[in-house]
């Protein structure tokens, strides 16, 4: 073997056609902390704080301990995906051996350039995409292919950066290398950030962007306004007020808390949660896409009978299993149980088991011995056993047959060890309502008996997808339940194709051929024993490799996300009121109503406390309707109803009902009660420990101004005339009505709708 010679090599590396790999799509540590830094809300609210700081106003900024722990959390997490993203790699770093000026010279895999002739044997991985031009290889490519059998190549077949020389030796001639492989182009598309697919998360996002457009105009013409009546100090305070009443930054910390508590419980479940927002998807989903390998079944094979013609023929198997070099999965199956023979033949030749011919042969002074597909080994007589053979594959047996002279001596039948809990497991999904879809690389025939023994629905509809165009394919999509021989972007292109039908996917994958269809999933699972790609594309990582844990992850995502939609309607209701407020306070009131240290009193009693507390209760009801529906439904009627109530309250105040002296201090009570009321309604289904939180709550409240009176300049309950308590306490007492009223509206229109 000539190779290159050292003027072909440096006119490849001044070409750049050299083994370099780039890390393009990461963020870096820089950007990770800009962009979490410095957001629009952290700007503003820094700023404010800042300010507040100047002007002397030091007890009016303790809302600043939220910003910075979310702040913190953002941080942290963003650091973590940025660790496991980098950590994406297949390929190890070993030395290469090239022939190069006729010789052969140990260099870094990085030295490589296009067209090298590369040395291989027993051990080592492929670094670079080729083709065997010389010698004889079996490669294992499972962290490529996800299935595990051994693939014997000859020279002129193509060979695949990331998989293993478990057979032979040879040379490969390069063909691709760096960005170029066929296991980079993959990884790459693995690599690159994107952010959760979450309806949480993007309805957060939606509130947050609302509320950027509104508070910066607002807040200026509410500095503007109070300047013209108040001295700066007075001024600054109330717009501070106004402006971080309408920021939901404690709804954000409480989300990103209760899924980084469902991590640390789901870890101890053997379950790595590798995106905060992915217990939430998980819950949703509607559509689980299982790989056969792996999920369920356990990647190994059995020996399930061996069908012998005679007790010779099994003397004969025992004697082929002691002479064969082959040291494949089977075989050594097969030697456990058959080693022992008298038997001696002599050898003249063996040919050893290929992918081209499928078979090995043992060829003795008198007889040949094959072992091998049962179509390879018997030729033109296949015919004549194939009804037998292929009754065998329709139980869903792998089949090898062991013939002497071509003639069969023994069928011997293998079959996937399927996993003990996926049975159980496929029937959680279904009674709940999930549909469940294989996409394997394997035969579509066998996945589809695996399928039917677990209990998949309509696992009979199974089509072979290996020679169907992206249109074809998503035209079948919804028409078929297994999908066999497929290829990376057929994964890809069905799952596009199930989410475009309205579905919420989820993908299990073990081998570097899913990563494209786990990115393009809503929520993505590895097997810790399949490859380190899939599981650093994958959300949720299953350490154990047990498929049984997903119905704990499913609850886990349920109390998370039907915790959160009843806290969060807390926080809206504040940011709405503070809105409406603001809005009121330009055309009437002409003050802001509260001070900052008001509403962050308010807050951790009526919002912050109850809410991450209440954020942990168990729950694994059905998820219903929409996210951001469902909380606003909640918190716009509140938030209308403190507004109605300082509406009454000023009114009062100028008919001389109640003082101005005690003003702020009725609105303090009855906005916190309101909000008291909004948290019993959440807190149901009501235990002894919610009803002991909703009295400690409402303690808190009543007994602050007596604790903190100079600085949060509110007046205690007891100090109150008798018409500024009955207010209050109306206000506590009308909620229930007004929001049965509002419900008995809503139930009589949708009637009048549907009549």
């Known amino acids: 073997m000539k190779g290159l010679t050292s003027k072909e090599v440096l006119e490849r590396i001044n070409e750049n056609k050299v083994n370099i790999v780039k890390n393009e799509n990461s963020k870096t540590l820089f950007d990770i902390f800009f962009g979490n830094i410095f957001t629009f809300f952290n700007i503003l609210t820094f700023g404010i704080a800042i300010w507040l700081w100047i002007i002397g106003a030091y007890m009016q900024t303790l809302f600043l301990g939220v910003i910075i722990i979310n702040m913190s959390i953002g941080i942290f997490q963003e650091i973590k995906a940025k660790k496991t993203l980098e950590s994406l790699k297949i390929l190890t770093k070993e030395k290469a051996v090239v022939v190069r000026d006729n010789k052969e010279v140990e260099i870094d895999q990085s030295e490589i350039v296009l067209d090298d002739l590369i040395y291989y044997n027993i051990g080592k991985q492929i670094a670079v995409d080729g083709v065997l031009v010389d010698g004889n290889i079996a490669c294992d490519e499972s962290l490529l292919t996800g299935e595990a059998d051994r693939i014997y190549k000859n020279i002129g077949d193509r060979v695949l950066a990331g998989s293993f020389v478990t057979q032979g ?113 998980l819950a949703r989903v509607d559509l689980i896409c299982l790989d056969k390998t792996g999920t369920l079944t356990d990647g190994e094979i059995s020996l399930k009978n061996a069908e012998f013609i005679s007790d010779e023929a099994v003397d004969l198997l025992a004697f082929y299993l002691k002479k064969s070099s082959d040291d494949s999965r089977m075989i050594k199956i097969l030697k456990k149980k058959y080693s022992k023979t008298k038997k001696e033949y002599k050898v003249i030749k063996e040919i050893p088991f290929s992918s081209e011919n499928k078979y090995s ?51 011997i039948l293998f079959e996937d060890n399927i996993r003990k809990t996926a049975s159980e497991t496929i029937n959680y999904f279904q009674t709940n309502e999930v549909e469940v879809k294989i996409i394997t690389g394997d035969f579509p025939k066998t996945a589809s008996l695996i399928g039917l023994k677990v209990g998949i629905k309509d696992a009979n509809k199974y089509i072979d997808i290996s020679n169907l165009s992206d249109d074809e394919l998503v035209q079948v999509a919804d028409k078929y339940t297994v999908f066999g021989r497929s290829n990376p972007n057929q994964k890809q292109v069905l799952i596009k194709a199930f989410k475009n039908q309205g579905h919420k996917v989820a993908m299990t994958g073990d081998g570097v051929n899913d990563i494209l269809a786990l990115k393009e999933a809503d929520t993505s699972i590895a097997m810790a024993s399949g490859s380190e790609a899939a599981r650093n594309v994958s959300h949720l990582v299953l350490l154990d490799n047990d498929f049984s844990h997903m119905p704990d992850i499913v609850f886990e995502g349920r109390r998370v996300i039907n915790n959160i939609e009843k806290v969060a309607s807390l926080f809206l209701t504040k940011t709405g009121f503070s809105i409406l407020l603001s809005i009121f306070t330009l055309f009437l009131f002409k003050k802001y109503p509260f001070i900052p240290l008001q509403l962050s009193v308010i807050s951790f009693f009526a919002i912050g406390t109850p809410s991450f507390i209440l954020a ?115 206000g506590f007492v009308v909620y229930p009505i007004y929001i049965f009223i509002l419900r008995w509206i809503v139930a009589s229109l949708n009637n009048k709708k549907s009549d």
Do not use: W
């Open 169 to 281: 030796s040879g040379y490969i001639k390069v063909t691709n290398l760096g960005q170029e492989t066929y296991v980079n182009k993959l990884t790459n598309e693995a690599k690159k950030y994107q952010k959760p697919k979450s309806e949480i998360f993007n309805s957060l996002k939606l509130i947050m962007r609302v509320i950027g457009i509104i508070i910066i105009p607002l807040g200026c013409l509410l500095l503007l306004l109070s300047l013209r009546t108040n001295s700066i100090y007075d001024a600054s305070i109330q717009t501070a007020a106004a402006l971080i009443g309408m920021i939901p930054s404690g709804l954000f910390l409480l989300t990103t808390t209760a899924l980084a508590v469902s991590v640390v419980k789901l870890a101890k479940q053997k379950t790595l949660v590798q995106e905060l927002y992915c217990i939430e998807m």
């Open 361 to 411: 042969q043992l060829i003795l002074d008198n007889k040949i011995l094959s072992l091998g597909a049962p179509d390879r080994v018997l030729k033109d007589k296949y015919d004549d056993y194939k009804q037998k053979i292929e009754e065998y594959i329709d139980q869903g047996y792998r089949v090898i047959l062991f013939a002497e002279d071509y003639k069969p001596l023994a069928y």
């Open 616 to 730: 942990f209760r168990p729950n694994k009801n059905r998820i219903k309707g929409n996210f951001l529906k469902n909380i606003l439904k909640r918190a716009i009627p509140a938030s209308f109803l403190i507004l109605f109530a300082h509406i009454l309250i000023f009114i009062l105040s100028k008919k001389g009902i109640i003082s101005n002296d005690t003003m702020a201090s009725v609105g303090y009570y009855v906005t916190a009660l309101i909000l008291i009321d909004v948290l019993i309604n959440v807190s149901k289904p009501y235990t002894k420990f919610s009803i002991s939180l909703i009295i400690t709550m409402i303690s808190g409240v009543l007994l602050s101004p007596i604790l903190i009176t100079k600085s949060i300049e509110i007046l205690p309950i007891y100090r109150l005339e008798l018409n500024a308590f009955l207010v209050i306490f109306g």
